[in-house]
């Protein structure tokens, strides 16, 4: 079975009627967007959802799940979402998609916050994997050298030969760090930036993580 799926049905279990579900976005996202609309259809499962990017937004849609706008969102129960890295303190590097700005806001507003990922995701420390950071489109070389002075080599994202816009009109730079020992403080640096708009550690919020290995089974931290 896919570890993906797997680790996505495991936490889609956590979800009862009534609750209001923030949908993350990236591959493993998408098992868990399937989930739910097969407990819609099977189980009459009700609930209702935002979204963290406009391809989940798109794929609920697709399925029959109800998108609501954030005016009506008194708050939020449950949000899963993947992650392309997690340490053993469950934090978390986000952004492979390019949508770590809204699903950090949306994380951050849920009252539980439930990660879902294969066991590759899971390392002894971040930074294999560079560490996406968001930033607007204006005075770009300012912004990239400050960013490179924090000790990483920055990439900036492209996509089919033109720059990554992300959903927010902001462009991306993958900052290759090989090891982050101190996620916190390298956030709070980060964000002192200006031009920086969100950056993708997520240090201390992920509440729930759900591991999925490759025979099917799930391993819950
Ligand atoms: O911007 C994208 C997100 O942070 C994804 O949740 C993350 O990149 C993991 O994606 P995937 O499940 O496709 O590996």
């Known amino acids: 079975m896919n570890a993906k799926k797997a680790a996505a049905d495991k936490a889609v279990e956590l979800i009862q009627s009534g609750m209001t579900?923030?949908?993350?976005?990236?591959?493993?996202?998408?098992?868990?967007?399937?989930?739910?609309?097969?407990?819609?259809?099977?189980?009459?499962?009700?609930?209702?959802?935002?979204?963290?990017?406009?391809?989940?937004?798109?794929?609920?849609?697709?399925?029959?799940?109800?998108?609501?706008?954030?005016?009506?969102?008194?708050?939020?129960?449950?949000?899963?979402?993947?992650?392309?890295?997690v340490d053993r303190d469950t934090n978390l590097i986000k952004g492979g998609g390019g949508a770590l700005l809204r699903e950090k806001i949306i994380a951050s507003n849920s009252n539980r916050f439930v990660v879902i990922v294969d066991e590759s995701k899971m390392v002894p420390t971040l930074g294999k994997f560079p560490l996406p950071i968001e930033i607007v489109p204006f005075a770009t070389e300012l912004t990239i050298r400050r960013l490179e002075q924090l000790g990483c080599r920055p990439v900036i994202r492209m996509a089919d030969q033109a720059t990554?816009?992300?959903?927010?009109?902001?462009?991306?730079?993958?900052?290759?760090?090989?090891?982050?020992?101190?996620?916190?403080?390298?956030?709070?640096?980060?964000k002192t930036i200006p031009g920086v708009v969100e950056h993708g550690l997520f240090v201390r919020m992920a509440n729930t993580v759900v591991v999925g290995h490759a025979d099917g089974t799930t391993t819950v931290q």
């Not at 993958?174 to 956030?187: A, K, R, V």
Request: glycine residues 10%; hydrophobic residues 35%; contains cysteine.
């Open 21 to 85: 579900i923030g949908l993350g976005t990236g591959s493993t996202a998408y098992w868990a967007i399937h989930r739910i609309a097969e407990r819609m259809n099977e189980e009459g499962l009700r609930i209702e959802a935002v979204s963290s990017s406009k391809q989940s937004e798109e794929l609920a849609n697709q399925l029959g799940i109800p998108i609501i706008p954030f005016s009506e969102v008194k708050s939020i129960d449950i949000t899963i979402d993947g992650a392309d890295e």
């Open 164 to 190: 990554f816009i992300t959903d927010n009109g902001n462009w991306i730079i993958d900052c290759h760090f090989d090891e982050i020992s101190n996620p916190g403080e390298l956030g709070e640096r980060i």
